[in-house]
């Protein structure tokens, strides 16, 4: 199982990927871990992350794990890797945006207390209906619960409870 969740920062990504790993035996890798903390390096075009996330979910692929894959991953920068490890992978795979108004990713950020980055760091980072073409995405809004977004990811991609 390779579950994709992509999004503006502060969408609830994250959470949502602790959350599947609470209920599953899964492997999370996340952009901003690898990106910011393991690398330290900016994002943009030609940046050593997109390389690092895929060999990294690739590697829990190929061990037996069920990965979930959260980040920004902006489809102008992370678009051709993610459709890589999409038609390369052998079971099911299922995209999720994370479709939010900034103002309300700046509120989930704010509720969260985070110091790490703030309000010109999430307009940076904030991309408007950021498609992935070529791709069937699940568009995820505001209006859903996080316990209602983790059904929804669990019945689209046929998780077994």
Same mark, same amino acid.
């Given at each position: 199982? +390779?579950?994709? +969740?992509?999004?503006?920062?502060?969408?609830?990504?994250?959470?949502?990927?602790?959350? +599947?790993?609470?209920?599953?035996?899964?492997?999370?890798?996340? !952009?901003?871990?690898?990106? @910011?903390?393991?690398?330290?390096?900016?994002?943009?075009?030609?940046?050593?992350?997109?390389?690092?996330?895929?060999?990294? *979910?690739?590697?829990?692929?190929?061990?037996?794990?069920?990965?979930? +894959?959260?980040?920004?991953? @902006?489809?102008?920068?992370?678009?051709?890797?993610?459709?890589?490890?999409?038609?390369?992978?052998?079971?099911?795979?299922?995209?999720? @945006?994370?479709?939010?108004?900034?103002? /309300? *990713?700046?509120?989930?950020?704010?509720?969260?207390?985070?110091?790490?980055?703030?309000?010109?760091?999430?307009? !940076?980072?904030? @991309?408007?209906?950021?498609?992935?073409?070529?791709? /069937? /995405?699940?568009?995820?809004?505001?209006?859903?619960?996080?316990?209602?977004?983790?059904?929804?990811?669990?019945?689209?991609?046929?998780?077994?409870?």
């Amino acid at each position: 199982m +390779l579950v994709v +969740l992509r999004g503006s920062s502060g969408s609830g990504k994250t959470f949502i990927a602790q959350m +599947l790993r609470d209920r599953h035996d899964l492997a999370v890798v996340s !952009q901003g871990v690898l990106r @910011r903390e393991v690398l330290g390096v900016d994002d943009g075009r030609g940046t050593p992350a997109v390389g690092l996330i895929d060999l990294v *979910t690739r590697f829990a692929l190929d061990h037996g794990k069920h990965v979930v +894959l959260d980040g920004i991953l @902006r489809s102008d920068i992370y678009g051709p890797m993610l459709h890589s490890l999409a038609a390369d992978h052998r079971g099911t795979t299922g995209f999720f @945006r994370f479709d939010l108004p900034f103002e /309300e *990713t700046l509120r989930r950020h704010n509720s969260k207390g985070c110091t790490d980055f703030g309000e010109r760091e999430l307009r !940076q980072w904030w @991309r408007e209906h950021d498609v992935l073409p070529g791709c /069937e /995405e699940h568009t995820i809004g505001a209006d859903q619960s996080p316990a209602a977004i983790v059904d929804r990811i669990t019945t689209a991609v046929h998780w077994s409870a």
